[in-house]
Structures are given as structure tokens and as C-alpha cells.
């Protein structure tokens, strides 16, 4: 029985390819994924699952409901692409100026599309129900929190979720695995440090903000150093800072920018905490005022350690201990957190890298590419995974 699964699959490889490159060379931003969802819905509709369009503007789901009563079990993908020009001279380089897959996304639709042709050509040996979610704008525009909140883990409702993501850093055939924390909170600020302007040569008659917002900016780095537990992670990083307009101007106010990473609850807060108290405590020894904003981002992603395990003993089976890797949290973000948030699940990592076929950038990188043998690779994964949670015994 396995093996038949298993020549499914490799029977598929040709399509895989092409239908990532499809996406690949049209790629569309976050919640403007229409004719990526169109592709979707169409395959999912040809494979005979009830399919629902519209939610979140461009989502899609599929649902498969197995002959035999059972559990529920949910796996996602994010369909969006980055704004940004693709450097690889490949015939399936993108046909969109400005946009591109840059981030592996075309292949996660492209493997969950394969697990739906797969499960689809045998609903008679599934039992409980599986749900696909393609979902728009995971690249800063938390699709998957207006889905969870449009309801998409109910009716029926999930009892587990599974996600993956490429993983440049592993090799094709490798899988990675978060047991519990997996990535970081995103979150923002923004802070103003506001005085008043004078000439430049007559300074005691200002209130400087730019030199303020010096101090600050090595003040504010005390924080994760001498505040933070130094087994706890975290980091903050001031990515843009602007003040003045000429040489010999003191401006009224200076701004600074940046985001702030952790992987709990706790050390989220102390970090805004503290980020405001260094702030004014600068501001007051500068004689300036100050304005704190600090915008939460999508909140950490924890998996559950169950089913991380079960994660790495399904594909296991497969591919050997060896090749299965609990690995380090990274301080990325990534929106599967939300659904997280609600039911159980994992999300984990798939190799896709091949040092001789020269697939070795990093993701959001204009020449970032995957390994396509990831595609047949990842579709065997999650099969086994929903084998294992819905005890199917197919292989
Ligand atoms: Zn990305
Ligand atoms: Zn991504």
C-alpha cells in the first residue's frame, strides 16, 4: 500500500514542476492573489473537493470529508509573493515586473495542490476530514488572522493544523522541526523625539532632538543586554531613523523605526516596557518630549510539542531518524502563529537546498530559488503526517 502512495506521487512530479512554475511566473502580492486562488479553486474543483472562495478577499479552502467518521485535520499554505525584481536567469523567471515568488510560496501551493490530488484519488480509505487552506497575504499582511477570525478552523471545526515552510538552510530530503517555540512576535515602533528647532550655530537655544535620539539609539540597545534573561531571546533593531533638513538646521523633531522580536508573551511586554521607560528617561535628561508607538505584529509561533513529535515520527517513517532535525527557533515571523493560537498543529520546515545545483540563497533574496525534487518531497510529508494524525495506515 505504501509503496502504491508512493508511485502516486512520484507519477505527479511533472506536474508539480509545472504548476509551480505557472505560479511562479505570475506572481501576485498580498490580497491580490486572483489568479493564484483561481488556479487553486479550479484543481481543487477538478479533484472533486467542496471548495469555498472568498474568504479574506482571495482565500480559498478545500474540504475533503472521508467515507468513515473521524477527526479533522487542517493543512495550510500562503499564496503570496514579494514586491521585489527576480535576478534568476531561469525560463520560469517571473513574468510580473516587480513582483516574485522570493519566498518558496509558489512550491507550498504547489505541495498542498499535490496533497489534495493525492487524498482526492482515494477518499474511500480516508477517515475524519481534511481542510486546505490557501491562504492570501502572509508576507506582513496577516491573512491568516482574518481567517481565523472569519471562522475558517470551523464547520467543521479543526482539531489540528499542520504547516510547512521551505527551508533554504537544510538540505532537499531533510526535514526541520520547531518543538515548541518557532518564531518570533513582529512587532513595531515608531518613536519621536520632539524639541525645538535653532540655527545651527546658536544651539543652546534649541532643544536637539538628533542628539537625543543618538543617546536613545545606544540607550535602547541596553535593553535586550541588561534587561532580558540572557536565556530568553530577543532582539531589537532600529532600522531607519531621519531628523533635519540642512547642515546648519536644528530640527524640531527626529523619528526612529524599528522592530522588536521575541518568543513569548512575557519578554514581548517587558521589551515594550522597558523601550518606553528608556525613551523617556532620555527624553527627560534632554530637556525634549517624546511621543511612543509601539504596533503590535503577529505574536509568536508556538507549536504544540505533541504534535511536533508526531510530526518528526510520520516523516520518520519515510525518510529515516537522519534526516528528520529538531532545530533552534528562528526570529522571523510568520502568520501560521494565529491558527496556532486556536487549535494544536505544527509547523515545520522542508529542505530545499542543493549546493550542486547552486540552490543555496537565502529566502527574499532576488535570486532565491528551490529545489524542485522539495515538491514530490513535500507532498510524501504531509501525507504522512495526515496518515499518522488520522491513523489511516496508508503506508
Ligand atoms: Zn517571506
Ligand atoms: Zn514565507
Known amino acids: 500500500m505504501g509503496g502504491a502512495v508512493k508511485d502516486k506521487i512520484a507519477e505527479m512530479k511533472d506536474w508539480l514542476v509545472e504548476t509551480r512554475r505557472a505560479i511562479h511566473m505570475n506572481p501576485e502580492l498580498g490580497f491580490e492573489e486572483v489568479e493564484t486562488a483561481r488556479l487553486v479553486a479550479g484543481y481543487l474543483e477538478k479533484f472533486g473537493l467542496q471548495v469555498k472562495t472568498g474568504m479574506a478577499k482571495t482565500g480559498v479552502i478545500g474540504l475533503l470529508k472521508g467515507e468513515k467518521p473521524g477527526k479533522t485535520v487542517a493543512i495550510r499554505a500562503d499564496m503570496?509573493?514579494?514586491?521585489?525584481?527576480?535576478?534568476?536567469?531561469?525560463?520560469?523567471?517571473?513574468?510580473?515586473?516587480?513582483?516574485?515568488?522570493?519566498?518558496?510560496h509558489d512550491a507550498h501551493v504547489t505541495i498542498l495542490l499535490g496533497v489534495a490530488r493525492?487524498?482526492?484519488?482515494?477518499?474511500?480509505?480516508?477517515?475524519?476530514?481534511?481542510?486546505?487552506?490557501?491562504?492570501?497575504?502572509?508576507?506582513?499582511?496577516?491573512?491568516?488572522?482574518?481567517?481565523?477570525?472569519e471562522g475558517v478552523l470551523e464547520d467543521p471545526k479543526v482539531d489540528a493544523i499542520f504547516g510547512a515552510h521551505l527551508f533554504p538552510d537544510l538540505k532537499t530530503g531533510t526535514v526541520g522541526i520547531h518543538e515548541k517555540e518557532g518564531l518570533a512576535a513582529t512587532d513595531r515602533f515608531v518613536i519621536r523625539m520632539i524639541g525645538r528647532g535653532a540655527h545651527g550655530a546658536y544651539p543652546h537655544l534649541s532643544k536637539d532632538p538628533i542628539l537625543a535620539a543618538g543617546h536613545l539609539i545606544t540607550q535602547i540597545h541596553s535593553i535586550v543586554s541588561r534587561n532580558i534573561n540572557p536565556l530568553d531571546s530577543a532582539v531589537v533593531t532600529i532600522g531607519k531613523m531621519s531628523g533635519g533638513t540642512a547642515f546648519n538646521i536644528i530640527p524640531d523633531e527626529a523619528e526612529i523605526l524599528g522592530t522588536v522580536r521575541s518568543l513569548n508573551q512575557k519578554v514581548r511586554e517587558e521589551l515594550k516596557s522597558r523601550m518606553e521607560q528608556v525613551t523617556q528617561g532620555v527624553a527627560r535628561s534632554f530637556g525634549v518630549d517624546y511621543k511612543f508607538d509601539f504596533q503590535y505584529g503577529y505574536p509568536a509561533l508556538i507549536n504544540d510539542p505533541e504534535m511536533s513529535r508526531l510530526v518528526a515520527a510520520a516523516c520518520a517513517k519515510g525518510i529515516g531518524r537522519e534526516n528528520v532535525e529538531f532545530i533552534r527557533p528562528s526570529m522571523g515571523g510568520e502568520d501560521f502563529a494565529y491558527y496556532l493560537e486556536k487549535v494544536p498543529g505544527s509547523f515545520f520546515r522542508l529542505g530545499c537546498r542543493n549546493e550542486a545545483r547552486g540552490i543555496v540563497n537565502p529566502f527574499h533574496s532576488s535570486r532565491f530559488d528551490i529545489?524542485?525534487?522539495?515538491?514530490?518531497?513535500?507532498?510524501?510529508?504531509?501525507a504522512r503526517i495526515i496518515d499518522e494524525y488520522l491513523g489511516l495506515k496508508l503506508f
Open 80 to 104: 503570496d509573493a514579494l514586491p521585489m525584481e527576480e535576478a534568476n536567469p531561469v525560463p520560469y523567471r517571473s513574468k510580473v515586473k516587480g513582483k516574485m515568488h522570493a519566498c518558496g
Open 118 to 149: 493525492l487524498f482526492s484519488s482515494m477518499p474511500n480509505q480516508v477517515r475524519g476530514n481534511i481542510k486546505w487552506i490557501f491562504q492570501p497575504a502572509e508576507e506582513g499582511g496577516g491573512g491568516g488572522r482574518v481567517l481565523t477570525e
Open 371 to 382: 529545489d524542485e525534487d522539495v515538491l514530490p518531497f513535500g507532498v510524501e510529508m504531509f
